[in-house]
C-alpha cells in the first residue's frame, strides 16, 4: 500500500492550495482519510479527516479556511486550503485507515509528506 501526496509549495499569505493523496496497492477498503502537519518546531498535529460516509471534523485553527474532501473510486483525498496564513506552513502528511483483507484489522498508513510554506 502507497499514499502518494501532491500538490504542496510556495503560497503567499490570503492564497490558496489544494493538496491531494492518492491511495494505491492491494485494498479492501478504505474508512478514514486525513491530513495531518508538523511545523517547524512544532509536533504534527491533526487537520482534518473524513469518513467513507462524508463526515468531516477540522482542527480549530483551519475551520473555515480548509476543506477536506475525497473521491472513493479513485481512493483519493484532497485538502483545500485557503486563505492560508504562514502559521499553516508544515509538512503536510496524509494519512488512511483501511482494511487490506476482508475480515482484516483496519491500520493508518501514511503519505511521505508534501511542504507546505506560506511567506510573502
Known amino acids: 500500500v502507497q499514499l502518494q501526496a501532491s500538490g504542496g509549495g510556495l503560497v503567499q499569505p490570503g492564497g490558496s492550495l489544494k493538496l491531494s493523496c492518492v491511495v494505491s496497492g492491494s485494498i479492501f477498503s478504505v474508512n478514514t482519510m486525513g491530513w495531518y502537519r508538523q511545523g517547524p518546531g512544532r509536533q504534527r498535529e491533526s487537520v482534518a479527516a473524513?469518513?467513507?460516509?462524508?463526515?468531516?471534523n477540522y482542527a480549530d485553527s483551519v475551520k473555515g479556511r480548509f476543506t477536506i474532501s475525497r473521491d472513493n473510486t479513485n481512493n483519493t483525498v484532497y485538502l483545500l486550503m485557503s486563505s492560508l496564513k504562514p502559521e499553516d506552513t508544515a509538512v503536510y502528511y496524509c494519512t488512511a485507515d483501511l482494511k487490506r483483507v476482508a475480515g482484516g484489522y483496519v491500520y493508518r498508513y501514511w503519505g511521505q509528506g508534501t511542504q507546505v510554506t506560506v511567506s510573502s
Open positions: 473524513i469518513t467513507n460516509t462524508g463526515s468531516t
